[in-house]
């Protein structure tokens, strides 16, 4: 399979000269299985972008398909699909996946973002066909030859990190999540305050879900420095992404979800820390990149970006 970056920035899209290295673009992954199969994953500013790159193929004739993976429905991590082109042609067709959360559909959810009060063109207008499908947490799905797990993440609302496998490759991506140690955040998490047993549970299960990845796609907003009083605010370090990569045995960790307010320097400081953090470990860290390809698997080996 293969993993491209269109938006690697986390809380809101950033456009400066000094940050144009790593990408301004709010979260958005793009996956081109092996199958040819297409899936998306958040729809970010970044999803913008990747609508155009579509338009250049099928999708304008209305002729292309693929799969929407929905992280959670943070504003960073859904702004961009308005604007996303592809929706708007008709025979295009599209398959939400998402957690269920409690009163309210994914389809509402976004629909909501296209409210007049918010947004010029009505929801109606979406001429594709789009499909919504929840899943409860935990829960594995089969999708033409690859299959997908989901687990809540320490996040406030419902975060779902996937695990994406496909002939023999896994990827696992974990966008937006806070140490479980210091509070736990979410629905039906038990906060918030920490509790030994339960970050220990979870802990384990986050590694079983990570075990033996090609890549691990992880939050790194915060320096260690930063983190200090924001523990709460429901997100990690590269320190962090780092302990769990190396504990379930990850091949490679790209560090993601870039605070906006952290220019192309001080992200190559947070990759170069985390990189002399790894120095003993057989672990390759980079930093997510926009337009950065991955690819993974045997029969696809590629360079690192
Ligand atoms: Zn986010
Ligand atoms: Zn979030």
Redesign the pocket.
């Known amino acids: 399979m293969q993993l491209t970056f269109f938006g690697v920035r986390?809380?809101y899209p950033i456009a400066r000269p000094d940050n144009v290295r790593y990408g301004g673009n709010s979260?958005c992954l793009h996956l081109r299985m092996a199958s040819g199969a297409e899936i998306i994953l958040d729809g970010g500013s970044g999803i913008v972008n990747l609508g155009l790159e579509m338009m250049q193929r099928e999708f304008a004739a209305g002729e292309g398909s693929a799969t929407i993976l929905v992280g959670h429905t943070?504003w960073?991590?859904i702004l961009g699909y308005p604007f996303f082109l592809p929706f708007f042609v008709a025979g295009n067709s599209f398959r939400f996946v998402s957690a269920g959360q409690t009163g309210i559909s994914i389809r509402e959810i976004l629909s909501g973002q296209h409210h007049d009060l918010h947004f010029p063109v009505p929801f109606e207008d979406l001429a594709a066909n789009i499909q919504y499908d929840e899943l409860s947490m935990g829960e594995s799905l089969n999708l033409e030859g690859v299959k997908l797990t989901t687990f809540q993440l320490n996040h406030p609302g419902l975060t779902v990190a996937y695990r994406i496998e496909e002939e023999g490759a896994a990827v696992v991506i974990i966008?937006?999540t806070a140490r479980i140690h210091a509070a736990r955040l979410g629905d039906n998490m038990g906060g918030p305050d920490p509790d030994p047993a339960f970050a220990r549970r979870y802990t384990d299960r986050l590694t079983a879900l990570c075990e033996g990845a090609d890549l691990l796609v992880h939050d790194a907003h915060f320096m260690e420095h930063e983190i200090r009083d924001k523990e709460h605010w429901g997100h990690a370090t590269g320190e962090d992404a780092l302990r769990l990569a190396r504990e379930a045995g990850v091949r490679r960790l790209a560090l993601f979800?870039h605070a906006p307010e952290h220019n192309d320097t001080v992200v190559s400081q947070i990759l170069q820390a985390t990189r002399d953090l790894a120095r003993r470990d057989d672990l390759e860290v980079t930093a997510a990149m926009e337009g950065a390809t991955y690819h993974l698997g045997s029969s696809s080996e590629g360079e690192l970006p």
Do not use: A, I, L, P
Request: charged share 20%; hydrophobic share 0%.
């Open positions: 986390g809380s979260t943070h960073d991590h966008t937006d979800h």
